[in-house]
């Protein structure tokens, strides 16, 4: 995985350039790398148990290595203790394993013999340890610390990369060697996005920014996102502008207690997302009548309202809180509440709430047994932050 399988099996491996795969086996963990990121491998997975290879398999296309290299055959039989194995499982998201590696597994073992097992890799991912958690602990004090700035600095007449610059400043300057994304600066119209990166776009008095940092402490993501407006004083928020973020703050008060709620009783999951629709759902009348056009609310929220999280920031391909989520939350684990509303509909252009693009409330949690625990701390209101270094 490109961020996220192999440091949880194989250490915190500094994944950079080529490609690096991790084999599980009867020996143990193995780490497999190409020709020159096998030694970035070497720098940060020795003493975490795990054999270190380099394939050709692995390497960049066209360039050359004076380095020996093991065939992929040779590696598979030093995960099984000297015996080539007579079949192999995927632990990874076929959406992320290399097509060609894939088609290279099933010409070696045959198609039967290379079998989907990422549901039992998934359920061990979720539950985190008291020492992963402590790290996520670790990862939100820097995001706070990201997000802070960069509102502090944040003022019309600022580009977006700039705004980004201090928040990328922060996360270094306190020790995160990696983000689980792209900071997100994006104003006015750069909102449609949803999570666009920042951009060379002037910030204008006014606009509607959203913000969004992910900082990782040895692989663990935590995040925040949120959302303000271009302006000197939250006096100058317009009474419009102010109505849209009091209606997306009570959306996230809903939806964080619902979740206290399923954790607390042991309830279906799904309850939580519910939550969500319904809130949504019981505004769709009064929005409608304010912008003089029926408008489904419910559908304007963009994605499902929670989603797991740990090594990576949002590509778990697990535990993600649906209506379908029939099951009671698990024990101790990483959830990203993450409740937003969108003015657009399936098109960049396709206005559904004119004069409104995107809001959001993004905050990092953990549930361990009954209790839920907000690990980011900055506040739900940010507007008196912005300007402000106090």
């Not at 192999?6 to 350039?17: F, K, L, M, Q, R």
């Not at 939550?275 to 769709?284: E, K, N, P, T």
Request: with cysteine.
């Amino acid at each position: 995985h490109y961020c996220g399988d192999v440091p949880y099996i194989c250490g915190n491996c500094n994944v950079t350039v080529e490609q690096v795969g991790a084999l599980v086996g009867p020996s143990g963990a193995h780490l497999v790398a190409g020709l020159e990121g096998g030694y970035v491998a070497e720098q940060l997975a020795r003493g975490k148990n795990a054999g270190i290879h380099k394939a050709e398999l692995l390497q960049l296309a066209d360039e050359k290595y004076p380095v020996a290299a093991e065939t992929f055959e040779d590696i598979l039989k030093a995960a099984n203790n000297g015996a080539m194995p007579d079949k192999i499982a995927l632990l990874t998201p076929r959406q992320v394993i290399p097509a060609s590696l894939v088609e290279y597994c099933e010409n070696l073992f045959g198609k039967e013999n290379v079998v989907d097992a990422q549901d039992v890799f998934f359920q061990q991912k979720y539950e985190k340890s008291p020492a992963e958690i402590e790290l996520v602990r670790q990862a939100s004090v820097i995001s706070d610390a990201m997000m802070r700035v960069m509102l502090a600095v944040l003022e019309p007449g600022k580009l977006e990369t700039q705004v980004a610059a201090w928040g990328y400043f922060a996360a270094r300057e306190l020790g995160a060697e990696e983000l689980g994304l792209d900071i997100i600066v994006g104003s006015g119209e750069a909102n449609r996005s949803l999570i666009g990166k920042a951009l060379n776009r002037e910030i204008k008095r006014g606009d509607w920014v959203h913000l969004g940092v992910a900082a990782k402490v040895d692989g663990l993501n935590s995040c925040i996102r949120r959302s303000v407006i271009a302006v000197e004083s939250p006096a100058d928020v317009t009474a419009e502008q102010k109505y849209w973020f009091d209606l997306l703050e009570g959306a996230y008060k809903t939806g964080y207690e619902s979740y206290c709620q399923v954790a607390r009783e042991n309830l279906p999951a799904k309850l939580q997302e519910q939550s969500l629709v319904d809130y949504f759902a019981a505004h769709a009348d009064e929005v409608s009548k304010r912008i003089g056009r029926p408008v489904d609310l419910a559908h304007q929220k963009p994605y499902t309202g929670t989603h797991n999280s740990g090594y990576t920031e949002c590509q778990e391909f697990y535990g993600a809180i649906t209506l379908e989520s029939e099951n009671s939350l698990g024990y101790r684990f990483v959830t990203m509440l993450d409740v937003a509303l969108r003015g657009i509909g399936n098109h960049w252009d396709d206005v559904v709430i004119p004069g409104f693009d995107y809001l959001v409330i993004e905050n990092t949690t953990v549930k361990e047994g009954p209790k839920v625990e907000t690990t980011t701390l900055v506040p739900i209101n940010v507007q008196a932050l912005v300007g402000n270094a106090d």
